[in-house]
């Protein structure tokens, strides 16, 4: 196996499928729902704001914490904020994944990691059994992680740290693929595992700090991990 990898996980949007496809269905879903989505979007950049003043702290609290933080920005009760978080983000996004199509090779790519055998993962800021199950890939992961379990959003140490445990891996032995250099790539370098990006096909190619193999065709990736 490449560079000693035992485990590989993964971020789930814009890194198994590509951004653009939820995008441009979700143009009705962000007009109708502005507002909230807004309030909830500054209440995750506070709790970040306050995870990078301490990058190894967690909330057991998480998802009331979030849900505080966004029913104060919209004046409302947070038992009904939690019900609308739960309704109107949370669910409706899953309802538009049944639509969206996955980047081109990842399912050969992950049954060739399982084959090798590799334990393989799940990390993401959001719940991602639903989507899972949707986008056809619910079976393949030994551990589906997301911030209201952990406690904590990506870049912050917890998650990986939460990931590395739930994988029964040592951390230099994971190998962690994202599409975000500061979320997915410096969060899980932290946390002392390795790292690959995903990039567009004509991206420009620049080394970045903290990243062992940046790639944007998932043969590549599997040619990598399994060499």
Known sequence: MGSNITAVAFDLDGTLYPN??????????????????????????????????????????????????????LNMPPEKMKEKIEKQIYRKLEGYFPEIELFSHVREMLADLRKAPLKLGILSDFPPENKLKHLGLGDYWDTMLCSEKTGALKPALQPFSVLADALGS???????VGNSYHYDAIGA???????????????????????????HDYRQLRNYVLQ
């Open 20 to 73: 653009h496809r939820l995008y441009i269905r979700l143009i009705p879903f962000l007009f109708r729902r502005c507002r909230l989505l807004s309030a909830f979007r500054k209440a995750r950049d506070q709790i970040r704001a306050e995870q990078e003043q301490s990058p190894a702290s967690f909330r057991p609290d998480f998802y009331d914490y979030q849900t505080q933080l966004t029913a104060e920005r």
């Open 189 to 215: 370098k932290r946390a002392g595992m390795k790292t690959a990006l995903i990039t567009g096909r004509f991206a420009k190619k620049t080394a970045k700090p903290g990243v062992d193999f940046t790639f």
């Open 170 to 176: 040592p951390p230099e032995q994971i190998l962690y």
